[in-house]
C-alpha cells in the first residue's frame, strides 16, 4: 500500500509543479515583455528589436541543451542539432508566419496594457476555426461556434469598455487581432511543418527561430528601429542586457513548461489552467497599476474566459466521441473479417 501512496503523492507532486511552473514562467514573461517593451524607464521603442533578441537567445538556448543532452541524457532530452540550409529553406513559410505572430503579439503587448491583453488577443479561437476550415476543410460542431460567436461578443464588449474607461489603444487592438490570425495560422503550418524537421518540436524551434533572426533584420532597417537601438542611452547597461536576457530566457522555457504541463495533465487541463492563468493575470495587472476598470469591463473578459473554456471542453468532448464512433467501426470490421473468411472458403 505504501508504493501505490508514494506513487500517487509523486503524481500530485509532479501535476503541482508543472502548473505552478507554468503560471509563473507565463505570468513572468508577458509582465518582463510588457517592462522592455514600453516602461517609462528604458524609454526604447523598438519592439522588433527585443523581439528579435528573444529569437537569438532561444536559438543559443537550443544548441547549449543539444550539447548538455549528450553528457546529461537522463536530465535533458533534446536532440542533436546542426544547421541543414535545405531543411531551413523548407521551414521559411512557416518563418513567415512565425514571425508575424510573435512580431505583432509583441506590439500588441506594447500598446495595452496587460489588463487587457488577454481579451485583445482573445480571437485566435475564432480564427483556428476559420483557418481550419478555409485551409484544411475541417468542419466545426455547432455548440463550437456558438462559443465563438460568445467570444467575439466579449471582444467586442471589452474594446467598447476599454474605451468607454479612456485607455482603448485602436493599433493596440489591431495588432491584437492580427496576432490571433497568425497564431492560428502558426498552429496550421507547425502541423505541416513538423515531418519536415523529423517531428521534433525542438528542431522546429531552433530553425523557426533561426529564420526569424534572418527575416527581423530587414524590418527593423524598415522601421529605423537599428537607429533608435544605436542611440538607446541604456545600450550599454548590464541591467538592460540581464532583463533582456531574462526575457529570452523565459520565452524559450516556456515551450517545455507548456509541454510539461500537457504531459502531467490533458490537452483539456492545460487549456482550463491557460484560462484561469489569464483571469489571474488580468486581476494582477489591474492591482498592480491600480486601475479602476466598469462592471461591463469585467463582464467581457468573464465572457472571454468563460467561452474559451467551453470551446475547449466541446472540442474534447467532439474528439472522444469521434474516437470512440472510430474504435466501434474498427470493432465492426474486426467481427465480420471472419465470417467473410469463412464464406470465401466455401465459395
Keep these: 500500500m505504501?508504493?501505490?501512496?508514494?506513487?500517487?503523492?509523486?503524481?500530485y507532486v509532479n501535476i503541482i509543479l508543472a502548473v505552478s511552473s507554468y503560471w509563473v514562467c507565463s505570468i513572468g514573461l508577458v509582465f518582463l515583455n510588457k517592462y522592455l517593451l514600453s516602461s517609462p524607464d528604458l524609454k526604447l521603442d523598438a519592439p522588433l528589436f527585443i523581439t528579435w533578441y528573444q529569437c537569438v537567445c532561444t536559438v543559443g538556448l537550443c544548441f547549449i541543451c543539444s550539447f548538455l543532452a549528450k553528457?546529461?541524457?537522463?536530465?535533458?532530452?533534446?536532440?542533436?542539432?546542426?544547421?541543414?540550409?535545405?531543411?531551413?529553406?523548407?521551414?521559411?513559410p512557416l518563418s513567415f508566419v512565425f514571425v508575424g505572430m510573435i512580431a505583432f503579439n509583441n506590439l500588441c503587448l506594447k500598446n495595452v496594457g496587460v489588463s487587457f491583453y488577454y481579451v485583445g488577443r482573445s480571437l485566435t479561437t475564432v480564427f483556428n476555426v476559420i483557418c481550419s476550415y478555409l485551409i484544411l476543410g475541417q468542419q466545426t460542431s455547432a455548440k463550437a461556434l456558438l462559443c465563438c460567436l460568445f467570444i467575439i461578443f466579449g471582444f467586442f464588449l471589452g474594446v467598447d469598455q476599454e474605451d468607454a474607461s479612456g485607455s482603448l489603444s485602436v493599433s493596440g487592438v489591431i495588432y491584437g487581432v492580427l496576432a490571433s490570425l497568425f497564431v492560428a495560422l502558426n498552429?496550421?503550418?507547425?502541423?505541416?511543418?513538423?515531418s519536415t524537421v523529423g517531428d521534433s518540436i525542438w528542431r522546429l524551434t531552433?530553425?523557426?527561430?533561426?529564420?526569424?533572426?534572418?527575416?527581423?533584420l530587414p524590418l527593423m532597417l524598415f522601421t529605423g528601429e537599428i537607429g533608435n537601438v544605436a542611440y538607446f542611452q541604456n545600450i550599454m547597461s548590464s541591467y538592460?542586457?540581464?532583463?533582456?536576457?531574462?526575457?529570452?530566457?523565459?520565452?524559450?522555457?516556456?515551450?517545455?513548461v507548456t509541454g510539461w504541463?500537457?504531459?502531467?495533465?490533458s490537452p483539456l487541463t492545460h487549456n482550463i489552467s491557460g484560462t484561469a492563468k489569464a483571469a489571474a493575470q488580468t486581476v494582477m495587472a489591474v492591482v498592480i497599476w491600480s486601475e479602476v476598470k466598469p462592471f461591463l469591463w469585467w463582464c467581457s473578459n468573464?465572457?472571454?474566459?468563460?467561452?474559451?473554456?467551453?470551446?475547449?471542453?466541446?472540442?474534447?468532448?467532439?474528439?472522444?466521441r469521434k474516437f470512440n464512433e472510430n474504435k466501434r467501426a474498427s470493432a465492426t470490421r474486426e467481427s465480420r473479417q471472419p465470417l467473410l473468411d469463412d464464406k470465401k472458403e466455401e465459395s
Design 261 to 265: 504541463q500537457i504531459q502531467a495533465t
Design 302 to 320: 468573464f465572457i472571454v474566459l468563460a467561452a474559451s473554456g467551453a470551446y475547449a471542453r466541446v472540442q474534447q468532448l467532439d474528439m472522444d
Design 187 to 194: 498552429a496550421i503550418y507547425t502541423r505541416r511543418t513538423l
Design 240 to 256: 538592460f542586457w540581464i532583463m533582456m536576457s531574462l526575457s529570452g530566457f523565459f520565452g524559450f522555457i516556456m515551450g517545455y
Design 206 to 216: 531552433m530553425y523557426n527561430n533561426l529564420n526569424a533572426c534572418v527575416l527581423f
Design 71 to 92: 553528457y546529461f541524457p537522463n536530465y535533458i532530452t533534446v536532440p542533436n542539432m546542426s544547421i541543414d540550409h535545405r531543411v531551413s529553406r523548407e521551414v521559411l
Design 2 to 11: 505504501a508504493p501505490s501512496t508514494a506513487t500517487l503523492a509523486q503524481q
